[in-house]
Every structure is written in structure tokens, then in C-alpha cells.
């Protein structure tokens, strides 16, 4: 479970969380949208304790891993896939054994390249590679920020069905993303941001409670 109750955080002056409040159940999976600027990524790293709030809190009964964006790593640094996933392991670990390296790239769908350099892969393999060592944290709680960016739309599937595996599974995921319309309907429920909460709901719901998403999107969506 994660409750985030009455959170904000500023850049100086400038307010980039007001006030928000939620909740995520476990097992669920939740899709966080706003238009470019809402502060998606800043309250992901809130959640996550890479920041710390300025008002609110954020209360949590399990481990937190984040994925981060694509464009925040250094795709020629000289190492390999397999090495790549393994610095996803921290010392929080669960009793029981988590899953290998090549068991989480068989998952991802790139099964027999651990060896490949990470300057060898191509954006849908990029991605694959960040889940990957995101999820072998075996966290509780798994943020992911623009999974989706600059890839196919098959691989965009495939990311987004381990996602629902995952959640079947127990674990709780809220993903970062521009998706709308009927690309809502892959997740249980729907958290819209613009620096504040406009939505919270049910892919249904959210449509009813937003009459204009295309004005609340902006130019994202375009």
C-alpha cells in the first residue's frame, strides 16, 4: 500500500507538486498522466526518496524501486546487458531467492543477450534492459517513469503485458506516461496530474470526469 497525503515540492519559488493526495492498492496497475512540465517525474522521485518533500507526506509498508528514464542513462558506457541489470540489485533484498539475470531478460523478451554491450542495442531494447534491472529489486512497489518513449508500438505490448503480469503477482505499479483515450484502458486506474490532482479514478471515471482531454494534454498529445 502507498498513500500519498496532501504532497508538494518546489524549485525554489516555483511549485512543481501542490498538494496531492492518493492512494494505491496492492497488485494494481496505475498510469500517471499530465501534459509535458505537470511534474510526473518529480513526484516519482518523491515516492521514491530521491527528493524530499516540502509539505505532505508519503507513507509505505514496502520496498520502492524506480525506473528511471531511457535519456537519464549513458547508453555507451562499457559494460554489458547482463551487467547492466545486476547494478539494479540492492542490499534490500526479500528472503526468499528473486529471479536471475537471464530469467528477467527471457521475461523482458531478450533472452541469450546478456553479453551484448549496451552501445549495441536499439531503443525497445534499452527499454527492456531498465525494466529488467528495475524489477530484479523485487520490490513491492515499482515506479516507472516514460517507459514508453521512442518505441515501437510491439514493443510498447510487450512492455505493458509484463507490466500486468507484474501486478497480477501482487506487485504495485504506477507508470509515468503519456498515453489517453483508449490507451487508458490498460490500467486499472488513472492519476491525472497538471502540478496538482485533476483525476483520480478509473479509466471510466476519469473520462467522466474530464470532458476535454485533449486541453488537459496539451501539445503531448498532438
Given amino acids: 500500500m502507498l498513500t500519498v497525503n496532501q504532497l508538494s515540492f518546489g524549485y525554489g519559488q516555483k511549485l512543481a ?10 497488485g494494481t496497475l496505475t498510469a500517471l498522466v499530465g501534459p509535458n512540465g505537470a511534474g510526473k ?17 508519503v507513507k509505505c509498508n514496502g520496498s520502492v524501486a524506480l525506473m528511471p528514464q531511457k535519456a537519464a ?20 533484498r526479500r ?20 553479453s551484448r554491450r549496451l552501445n549495441q542495442l536499439s531503443g525497445g531494447q534499452q527499454q527492456r534492459v531498465l525494466l529488467a534491472r528495475a524489477l530484479i529489486q523485487e520490490s513491492d512497489i515499482l515506479l516507472l517513469d516514460e517507459p514508453y518513449s521512442a518505441i515501437d508500438p510491439p514493443t510498447r505490448a510487450h512492455l505493458l503485458d509484463v507490466m500486468r ?44 470526469t474530464i470532458s476535454d482531454m485533449d486541453s488537459v494534454m496539451g501539445d503531448c498529445c498532438g
Fill in 95 to 114: 528472503s526468499k531467492e528473486g529471479r536471475s539475470v537471464e530469467q528477467l531478460l527471457k521475461l523482458v523478451g531478450m533472452a541469450g543477450m546478456e
Fill in 41 to 57: 517525474s518529480t513526484l516519482l522521485h518523491l515516492l521514491q526518496g530521491r527528493l524530499p518533500c516540502c509539505d505532505g507526506c
Fill in 17 to 26: 507538486i501542490n498538494s496531492i493526495s492518493f492512494q494505491l492498492k496492492p
Fill in 165 to 208: 503480469q507484474q501486478a497480477e503477482v501482487g506487485q504495485t505499479l504506477l507508470v509515468s506516461s503519456h498515453d489517453w483515450g483508449k490507451a487508458l484502458d490498460s490500467y486499472d486506474r488513472v492519476l491525472v496530474i497538471d502540478r496538482h490532482l485533476v483525476a483520480n479514478g478509473t479509466p471510466a471515471q476519469v473520462r467522466n
Fill in 73 to 92: 542513462i549513458d547508453w555507451s558506457f562499457p559494460i554489458t546487458v547482463q551487467q547492466m541489470v545486476k547494478l539494479g540489485k540492492t542490499s534490500r
